[in-house]
């Protein structure tokens, strides 16, 4: 039965004259009738591929007034796969009448369903109502607690996760109920959420007893969670007795080294990283290359960053926006602004931060007239500029005794009138006094004086 969501929704049943529930008409038709060696045919029957999920959950509900009417108990894991779907749509009208027949059915606090009806409450943001279900449970086993301490964590309320987690282990010598890797995780992710170290090396302790240490999803929590606290030492020894380094285990050992400021040691990370990548093709190319670039970046080491530059061109890759971001940024630090410009070019969607970085790079190199090419091309576009890339623009008409180019942005600063600001004015009357213009230089040095009295 629990089938019929899997991927194929049941084909709508043909109309009938007569009264599903009428006390004149117990029994279905005969040819409606079910089975005891083959179920009706439209339980598993073919339906378009293309319904959409809340078309597939209706009929599912259809079939469940069908097994009524025929006096059919649903199966609580048909139940559960409902809640589940239900949850995974975070459609809260379907939920309620799949929990309406699991009442009727006197299923509600079977563990399946009860917990497929905690996951839909707490999917639909109904933490009281979830809370209740879970208070009112008279059995809950692992996934139960899992699924509740998950609901708190997700909703940004990690300390209510981790009361709840330590009361399930308060429990546990009671009910005999334990966490597994997926309740360390989250809880793991709740003390990392609110800094609390102490907390998560007694959990580290409990999962080494429990024998999960070698989890890949523990790993990367236990990773993750030190590196927050600060710990980065404890996370780099959970990553190096990981047997096996996952992409996930990389990406987040070399992010705990960044948000620590420690670039160098995550280079390190990345080289080793990109030298497996090289025997096996794995996890350097599922990695995330702006995660490996960052550190690069904050050394500006320039040969690390065009290897791992070169390591996406060879291996085919589509980097996206966050990865080429990082290049033009690395190649703009490092003073290759040819190929900062390259890269920058190809690239669909800019932001103004890197704009911005473009028009510093050519004018700290002296390449002004590329920087009034660019700040021309911005123009062009219509893109909304701020007071820095204006004055970056002024400082490269300075470079070039620019006056027409510097008049032209000078109208154009009046014009939108929230630009004319104090960096853009000195940048203004430096270029009027290089250019032999003394009155109209000290005209913008008094209107400067006065904007600023």
């Known amino acids: 039965m629990a089938a019929v969501l899997a991927s194929n929704p049941p084909q709508p049943l043909s109309k009938t004259s007569f009264p599903l529930s009428s006390p004149s008409s117990p029994r279905l038709?005969?040819?409606?009738?079910?089975?005891?060696?083959?179920?009706?045919?439209?339980?598993?029957?073919?339906?378009?591929?293309?319904?959409?999920?809340?078309?597939?959950?209706?009929?599912?509900?259809?079939?469940?007034?069908?097994?009524?009417?025929?006096s059919i108990t649903p199966d609580p894991a048909l139940l559960s796969a409902l809640l589940n779907a239900c949850a995974d749509a975070r459609n809260l009208r379907l939920g309620r009448l799949v929990h309406d027949r699991a009442?009727?059915?006197?299923?509600?606090?079977?563990?399946?369903?009860?917990?497929?009806?905690?996951?839909?409450?707490?999917?639909?943001?109904?933490?009281?109502?979830?809370?209740?279900?879970?208070?009112?449970?008279?059995?809950?086993?692992?996934?139960?607690?899992?699924?509740?301490?998950?609901?708190?964590?997700?909703?940004?309320?990690?300390?209510?996760?981790?009361?709840?987690?330590?009361s399930m282990t308060a429990a546990a010598a009671n009910t005999g109920v334990r966490p597994n890797a997926f309740t360390y995780t989250i809880a793991l992710n709740s003390c990392a959420s609110i800094g609390d170290v102490e907390l998560g090396i007694k959990i580290h302790e409990e999962i080494k007893k429990g024998g999960c240490e070698m989890d890949e999803f523990v790993i990367v929590a236990l990773i993750d969670m030190y590196a927050k606290c600060g710990r980065v030492d404890r996370a780099r020894e959970v990553f190096d007795k990981a047997q096996i380094k996952t992409v996930e285990a990389c990406t987040a050992m070399i992010e705990g080294y960044n948000r620590n400021g420690k670039a160098k040691e995550a280079m390190d990370v990345i080289r080793r990283t990109l030298q497996n990548g090289r025997r096996d093709g794995g996890v350097a190319s599922r990695l995330g290359f702006a995660t490996m670039i960052r550190p690069c970046v904050a050394e500006m080491a320039l040969r690390q960053g065009q290897e791992i530059h070169a390591h996406i061109i060879k291996m085919g890759?589509?980097?996206?926006?966050?990865?080429?971001?990082?290049?033009?940024?690395?190649?703009?630090?490092?003073?290759?602004?040819?190929?900062?410009?390259?890269?920058?070019?190809?690239?669909?969607?800019?932001?103004?931060?890197?704009?911005?970085?473009?028009?510093?790079?050519?004018?700290?190199?002296?390449?002004?007239?590329?920087?009034?090419?660019?700040?021309?091309?911005?123009?062009?576009?219509?893109?909304?500029?701020?007071?820095?890339?204006?004055?970056?623009?002024?400082?490269?008409?300075?470079?070039?005794?620019?006056?027409?180019?510097?008049?032209?942005?000078?109208?154009?600063?009046?014009?939108?009138?929230?630009?004319?600001?104090?960096s853009v004015i000195g940048g203004l009357a430096e270029l009027y006094s290089e250019c032999g213009e003394k009155e109209e230089a000290y005209k913008l040095l008094n209107q400067n004086n006065i904007l600023h009295r």
Request: charged share 20%; glycine share 8%; hydrophobic share 45%.
């Open 29 to 70: 038709p005969s040819h409606l009738r079910r089975s005891q060696r083959r179920p009706h045919p439209a339980l598993h029957s073919t339906p378009p591929a293309d319904w959409p999920l809340e078309q597939r959950l209706e009929e599912s509900l259809a079939v469940l007034d069908l097994m009524d009417a025929q």
């Open 103 to 166: 009442a009727r059915a006197g299923l509600q606090t079977h563990p399946a369903v009860a917990n497929g009806l905690l996951r839909l409450y707490s999917r639909c943001g109904l933490l009281g109502a979830a809370r209740r279900l879970f208070d009112e449970m008279p059995e809950r086993n692992v996934a139960t607690w899992t699924t509740a301490i998950a609901m708190y964590l997700h909703a940004g309320f990690p300390h209510d996760a981790i009361q709840l987690y330590c």
């Open 317 to 422: 890759h589509q980097p996206g926006w966050k990865t080429l971001g990082a290049l033009v940024e690395l190649y703009e630090r490092c003073d290759k602004m040819n190929i900062a410009y390259r890269v920058f070019d190809n690239m669909g969607a800019k932001d103004l931060c890197l704009w911005s970085r473009m028009m510093v790079g050519f004018v700290r190199n002296g390449l002004c007239e590329e920087a009034l090419k660019l700040y021309l091309r911005m123009a062009c576009l219509d893109i909304r500029m701020d007071t820095f890339v204006v004055f970056q623009a002024i400082k490269a008409c300075v470079g070039v005794l620019g006056l027409e180019e510097g008049k032209q942005m000078h109208g154009r600063v009046i014009k939108l009138g929230h630009l004319l600001e104090g």
